[in-house]
Each structure stands twice: as C-alpha cells, then as structure tokens.
C-alpha cells in the first residue's frame, strides 16, 4: 500500500511538471512566429484613363488597403507603386486613406517604387514613412499638366460649323473646336497653380527636411533613382524583399494582399460566363468586341501618360 501510495504521489507531481514544459514550449513556438508584413500593389494611371475606363482611384483600392492595414500581427505595411500619374484629386485620396490607415492600426508604411512614381504617383508615394526605388527607376515630376488638341482649321477644311449654345459666358471655356482666347488660358493656368501649391506643400509636409535645397525640385522635372535620393524624394535604393529583411530580420513573411483578377473573372463581369446556349452567342460576341475596343482605347490613353517618362 505504501509503494503503490508513494508511486502514485510521484506520477502526480510529474503530470504538472509535463503540463508546464508543454506551455513553456507553446510560449517559445509563439515568440518565434516570423515578423509579418503584408504587401500590395498599386499600378497603373491615376483617375480616368478614357471615358470609359477608370484608372486606379480611392474607390478601386480602398479595399485592399483596408484589408492589408488590418492584416492582425503586422509589423508594418508595404506598398509596390508603379505610376505615372493621372488625377490629382485621386492621388490626394490615396495618399490622406493611406495615412489615416496607418496612424489608426499604429504601423509604418514603406512605399518601393518600381518602373516610375512620377507626378500624382509621386504624391501617392509620400503616404509612405520611408521611401525606397531602384536605380533606374523614374522620381519627381512634381507639376500640373493639362494638355488636349484644337481642331478648328480641321473642321473649317471640313466645311463643319460649331454650334454651342451657353446660359454662362465661361460654360464654354477652352472648346477645342474654337480658337484659344486669353483669358480662358489665363483663369486655366491660376487653377493650374493653385493645384500646384497643394501638391508642393503636401510634399514638404512628408519629406520635411530629407527634401534638398533644389531649384528644379517643384519644376515637373524627373530623376533616376540615385539622384532621387541624393535630392531626398527618396530614402533609399533597394527592392522590397532586401529593404524587408534589413528591416525585420531574414525570417520576416511578406503577405500579398488583394490583387488583379484573373481574365475568366473579368469575363464574368460582361455576362460570358454566365452565358450558356447557342442564342447567347451574338450578345456574347458583342461584349466581348464592346470590351476590347473599350480596352484598346484606355491603353492607348494609359500608353501616352507612361510615355512621357521613356516607357
């Protein structure tokens, strides 16, 4: 009786022992979970690329940032960017969402431009705590442009007359089918300017004294990456996984969040894959014709912004 008391006594002075290295060892598994950061991407034109296409404004990702600055454990938050530019109301939404995001959920925000953040792609930039680009990349263009055709010689050839009925005398201000006038160019430039401002201060806000004493700074002017640096519109040069690891230690997990939707998905939001029968075959058909000239007209758009910085 006393063995089988005192064997008994010893196993139940063990189990608690067991139950404490198991804790212990479950602590020691949770310290050890790698820093997490997760990543998205912003890409494209910024506001309307053609009338029948949108390029990336608040509405479009709002979501995703939402989902990548609520990720639960993350260490910080960071953003690919490939933009030329585009609207500057659109790129002065981005930019404040990213920044109310960021002091809600208490993270950093590290922006790594790729091919170009330029104009309203820069302003999207300076959301970021700390700004990274590769050499090569294209910096800057901090100005306002505001550029369209005139066509009267053409119509007049054409033997075509403009009829343009307005309750305003400025409703009609810088029709390009009438000659310019000198006070409509005017009042455009003041608006130009006053855009212009906004965005000159929204950039010395963010970068502070990181920015350099540069004539050219606020010119529209653009820089390689290098020279982006040495003026201070960036932080540095490295690519997101390099920068990442200086930052959180080799072990850090970079988290893709949101992204572009595959073309079947896309097809969905015509009606394709819904579609079924041969009596489909024509309005299918007529989609997908009405998509593609849609697209082809909002590339040629896309393709005139990215040109102006050599891509």
Not at 141 to 157: C, D, H, N
Not at 172 to 179: E, G, I, K, S
Not at 247 to 260: E, H, S, W
Not at 288 to 308: G, K, N, Q, T, V
Request: with cysteine.
């Amino acid at each position: 009786m006393t063995e089988n008391t005192e064997k008994t006594g010893e196993a139940n002075n063990e189990a608690p022992k067991k139950k404490k290295k198991s804790r212990r060892r479950k602590l020691l598994f949770w310290k050890k979970a790698p820093p997490l950061v997760p990543v998205l991407r912003l890409t494209g034109p910024i506001g309307a690329v053609s009338p029948l296409r949108q390029g990336m404004s608040l509405a479009s990702v709002a979501d995703t940032l939402e989902a990548a600055f609520t990720v639960k454990g993350a260490r910080a938050v960071a953003i690919l960017l490939n933009s030329p530019g585009g609207s500057p109301v659109q790129s002065a939404l981005i930019y404040k969402r990213i920044r109310a995001l960021a002091k809600e959920n208490h993270v950093k925000v590290y922006v790594f431009a790729e091919d170009v953040a330029a104009s309203g792609g820069y302003m999207i930039a300076c959301a970021g705590d700390e700004i990274y680009a590769d050499e090569s990349s294209v910096i800057g263009s901090i100005g306002v442009i505001s550029a369209g055709f005139g066509f009267t010689g053409l119509i007049e050839k054409l033997g075509i007359e403009r009829r343009v009925h307005t309750a305003g005398e400025s409703k009609a201000m810088l029709d390009p089918f009438q000659p310019e006038r000198a006070e409509e160019v005017a009042r455009l430039e003041a608006l130009q300017r006053e855009v212009h401002e906004h965005f000159k201060a929204l950039v010395k806000e963010s970068r502070g004294k990181r920015l350099a004493e540069e004539p050219e700074l606020f010119t529209g002017a653009f820089w390689a990456g290098e020279k982006a640096k040495e003026l201070g519109l960036i932080d540095g040069l490295g690519d997101l996984r390099s920068v990442m690891r200086h930052k959180f230690g080799k072990n850090v997990q970079l988290k893709k969040v949101g992204g572009t939707r595959p073309w079947w998905r896309r097809a969905q939001g015509i009606g394709i894959a819904r579609s079924g029968g041969e009596a489909d075959l024509p309005q299918i058909s007529a989609q997908i014709s009405a998509s593609w000239a849609e697209d082809l007209m909002a590339a040629l758009e896309a393709r005139s912004l990215w040109s102006r910085f050599g891509l």
